[in-house]
């Protein structure tokens, strides 16, 4: 008797946590809806284009809107690639013991704090981007509008770029990594035995059968740029302006709500940043169920989540 | 169709030598981007070390910041702060432990197939929120009319930590020998007890790896802070977590960075080097323990 009333307790009480998990989900969005709704209902949809944020009584999120995208977008043109080929190097092109090195030393840079890859970022990169990088790529490539005069602090979009895309790579390393390990070896194996050197077995079977989940893990390393605040604050020289110039600075919705959610100059502030986190909020759900998505339709292993990437997983 | 010459030797074509040159090119390629993965987080780790170990003493681990803030104020330390980020986080563990594991235990142990993968979605997208909008969500419920306070920002970091104990630990309890729990029940042992007095204590080891590697990742969280316990007395020490905001290592280092000036930015590498020898000893716990239990498992 005690027993089935212990079956039973158990149960309820652990799917009363697991429930309590969704509901947080449920109760996250419609608090930053709720205390949006005088910005949504005041400003409406031109909410998203309007250029100009003066703090009190002009909102507008079109140039936090464009920082986001062209910082994360920057941000996976750099980790993407890079992250990728490390996860190559990692499972299919050293030795397991070298992997076993080299591996947990760059999932210790995800480790990293955000706001301590940001102030290395203000010491220690911003000197070197004004005066080594900036000028050198404005040299070769400032015929491109996007690579302009370089600013005068080492400040940036293209420093929070940067920075983003240090954050992003381990995540992309450590995803595709674990995914490329799930290669059978009769399939690489068969291709090495056809005469196929590494890199075409890495490019004809590896490449070939985990575009999807090669996909969702460079959505995830987005999905962490897309998000990150601090680190921005710290870098990006927080400008509300829309500058072709990568040099120049801006401003992204995660770093703006960071900066000012407390000032509280008036209600329709605090209404208009809650504004910007239904934004955020919208981009992330988007991005984070399309990489979702993309690894259940596939039914790719269950490598891909982001908890997955972070926790030891060399099992 | 050319045929084959026998009586050519098998050396190679000038085909196979491009083929071996891409190949030889893309792997050195892929272990330079490692290696600059690497050279990177020395960079960053050294660049600490050398600017922070001169901060570090007795006095600064231990006194609060200067009254009279500002560019020229010297001396002064991270006490309070560090008392402040210890007791902001062990209120988080506290809530997010047994919310994991109870979520861990329905996810492995009782759910259907179709109700663990909804509620694996769940914690995937939790997981996947910046923690800028769990911020901003509980600034909405909590601070916003009433103030800031130490404990919310324990929330903020529970919930960031809960997908990341409950995935380690459903896990490590999935590792657990179906035979173990089989036996239990053959000896007639109710299912809640073989829950508890097998099955958990199996995956502890699990339990306590993800929940260490939520510790250190918590530790330094900024943006909830900066939302709900930034305006804290940074000269005087509280305990007060659940009626005041509390000063912290994190916020600490995001303030004399941006105030910047030379004494304000040697105490931010200070801050930041207490900081991450934490978060990298809170890492190599965690990895000495997973290695260890491998190797257990492996030799059973």
């Known amino acids: ?315 | 169709m050319a045929a084959i010459d026998h009586t050519r030797p098998l050396t190679p074509t000038g085909n196979l030598r491009r083929r071996r040159a891409t190949d030889r090119f893309m792997r050195y390629g892929c272990t330079l981007a490692a290696a600059m993965a690497v050279a990177l987080l020395i960079w960053v780790v050294f660049s600490i070390v050398q600017r922070g170990a001169s901060a570090i003493s007795w006095s600064f681990l231990t006194q609060n910041a200067p009254t009279t803030f500002g560019v020229s104020a010297v001396g002064g330390g991270i006490g309070n702060a560090i008392i402040g980020t210890a007791m902001m986080v062990a209120v988080a563990t506290a809530i997010a432990l047994p919310f994991g594991l109870l979520i861990a235990v329905f996810l492995t142990e009782f759910a259907s197939p179709r109700v663990a993968g909804s509620i694996r979605l769940a914690l995937d997208l939790l997981y996947g929120l910046p923690s800028i909008v769990i911020a901003l969500f509980l600034y909405g419920l909590l601070v916003v009319g009433n103030g800031q306070a130490g404990v919310y920002v324990s929330f903020a970091l529970a919930i960031i930590m809960m997908p990341l104990i409950a995935r380690t630990t459903s896990e490590s309890l999935l590792l657990v020998p179906k035979e173990l729990r089989d036996a239990s029940h053959a000896l007639g042992i109710s299912r809640w007890r073989t829950t508890i007095g097998i099955v958990i204590p199996g995956a502890l080891g699990g339990v306590i790896t993800g929940t260490i590697l939520a510790v250190a990742r918590a530790g330094g969280e900024t943006a909830p802070v900066l939302l709900l316990s930034s305006l804290a007395n940074t000269s005087t020490t509280s305990f007060s977590i659940f009626s005041q905001p509390l000063n912290n290592i994190p916020y600490d280092i995001f303030n004399f960075s941006e105030e910047g000036g030379a004494a304000n930015i040697a105490r931010a590498w200070g801050a930041a080097l207490v900081m991450i020898f934490f978060v990298l000893v809170l890492n190599l716990v965690a990895r000495t323990l997973q290695s260890r239990r491998n190797r257990r498992m492996m030799s059973r």
């Open chain 1, 1 to 315: 008797m005690s027993d089935r009333l212990g079956d039973r307790a158990l149960v309820g009480l652990t799917a009363g946590a697991s429930v309590i998990a969704v509901v947080i989900i449920g109760l996250i969005i419609y608090q930053v809806v709720d205390s949006a709704s005088p910005a949504i209902s005041k400003l409406g949809l031109g909410f998203l284009g309007h250029q100009t944020w003066n703090g009190t009584d002009v909102f507008g999120a079109a140039t936090m809107i464009y920082g986001t995208a062209v910082t994360s977008v920057g941000a996976l043109l750099i980790a993407g690639p890079l992250g990728i080929a490390i996860g190559l190097y990692l499972s299919l092109l050293t030795s397991g013991r070298t992997a076993a090195i080299i591996g947990p030393l760059v999932e210790l840079l995800a480790a990293v704090p955000s706001v301590i890859i940001g102030l290395w970022g203000i010491v220690v990169l911003d000197p070197i981007m004004r005066s080594t990088i900036e000028p050198a790529l404005h040299n070769v490539l400032g015929w491109i509008p996007l690579f302009g005069s370089p600013s005068l602090s080492g400040a940036g979009i293209f420093t929070a770029i940067l920075i983003l895309a240090i954050m992003a790579l381990p995540i992309i390393a450590a995803i595709t990594r674990d995914l490329f390990l799930t290669v059978p070896s009769e399939l690489k194996d068969g291709a090495l035995a056809l005469g196929a050197t590494r890199w075409e077995m890495v490019r004809g079977v590896v490449l070939g059968s985990m575009r999807p989940g090669i996909a969702s893990a460079c959505i995830l390393g987005a999905s962490r740029a897309i998000g990150e605040a601090i680190a921005v604050v710290q870098v990006i020289g927080m400008v509300y302006q829309i500058p072709l110039n990568q040099f120049a600075n801006g401003a992204t919705l995660a770093s703006n709500m960071a900066l000012h959610a407390t000032d509280n100059s008036t209600p329709l502030e605090t209404a208009s940043i809650f504004y910007l986190g239904v934004i955020l909020l919208v981009m992330e759900l988007i991005v984070n169920l399309a990489a979702q998505a993309i690894v259940r339709y596939y039914r790719l292993p269950d490598v891909t989540s982001g908890a997955a990437a972070v926790a030891v997983d060399e099992l």
